[in-house]
T-cell receptor
Framework: GENVEQHPSTLSVQEGDSAVIKCTYS??????FPWYKQELGKRPQLIID?????GEKKDQRIAVTLNKTAKHFSLHITETQPEDSAVYFC???????????FGTGTKLQVIP | EAEVAQSPRYKITEKSQAVAFWCDPI?????LYWYRQILGQGPELLVQ????????DSQLPKDRFSAERLKGVDSTLKIQPAELGDSAMYLC??????????????FGPGTRLLVL
């Protein structure tokens, strides 16, 4: 089955700096890659996703890049703010009704 | 905005007891997922329903866990008997296939289970 590895497990950045979280996946058939943000004690919420037919997607301060050849994808957060502090999960799926496999999470701390 | 509902939010039980969790997905969402999330880890899929049918329960410990979605709407996850290692957050999620974004999952608030 699919295996998703996520790095780093923790990340501390100064407010205003950029943060990058990286994930690798094992199943070359995977074609859907969502990112979820989970604040302490709250439910995971989708923040951005990308499909294998594109290499990059942006939404304001958040961007995701995908390298299908290397089977890795990354989340980029620019101009970080304290409210960005949370645990971020990457995930991979073949799509449709197929199982979504989550990474182990990255705890991001933005220091004011 | 519609949300996935779960109850109870918190459950404390003793080992060997039975526990049950309930989930009501967003109206119209045909796909329903139950995940277990251990502190510090990502969600792990336990069971996935498409309408009332199970499409993936490969990671469900079937000797003690059961799940049903009889009418294809709300769902119940049961553990009997509960073990200490079952202490975790149990998350329910739903999605609506068919719009090209069928994989987008919307999570409920979760049920935090503590087994003593």
């Amino acid at each position: 089955g699919e295996n998703v590895e996520q790095h780093p497990s923790t990340l501390s950045v100064q407010e205003g700096d950029s943060a990058v979280i990286k994930c690798t996946y094992s199943d070359s058939a995977s074609n859907y890659f969502p990112w979820y943000k989970q604040e302490l004690g709250k439910r995971p919420q989708l923040i951005i996703d990308i499909r294998s037919n594109v290499g990059e997607k942006k939404d304001q301060r958040i961007a995701v890049t995908l390298n299908k050849t290397a089977k890795h994808f990354s989340l980029h957060i620019t101009e970080t703010q304290p409210e960005d502090s949370a645990v971020y999960f990457c995930a991979a799926s073949i799509g449709g009704y197929q199982k979504v496999t989550f990474g182990t999470g990255t705890k991001l701390q933005v220091i004011p | 905005e519609a949300e996935v509902a779960q109850s109870p939010r918190y459950k404390i039980t003793e080992k060997s007891q039975a526990v049950a969790f309930w989930c009501d997905p967003i109206s119209g969402h045909a796909t329903l997922y139950w995940y277990r999330q251990i502190l510090g880890q990502g969600p792990e899929l336990l069971v996935q329903f498409q309408d009332e049918s199970v499409v993936d329960d490969s990671q469900l410990p079937k000797d003690r866990f059961s799940a049903e979605r009889l009418k294809g709407v709300d769902s119940t996850l049961k553990i009997q008997p509960a073990e200490l290692g079952d202490s975790a957050m149990y998350l329910c999620a739903s999605s609506y296939p068919g719009q090209g974004r069928g994989e987008t999952q919307y999570f409920g608030p979760g049920t935090r289970l503590l087994v003593l």
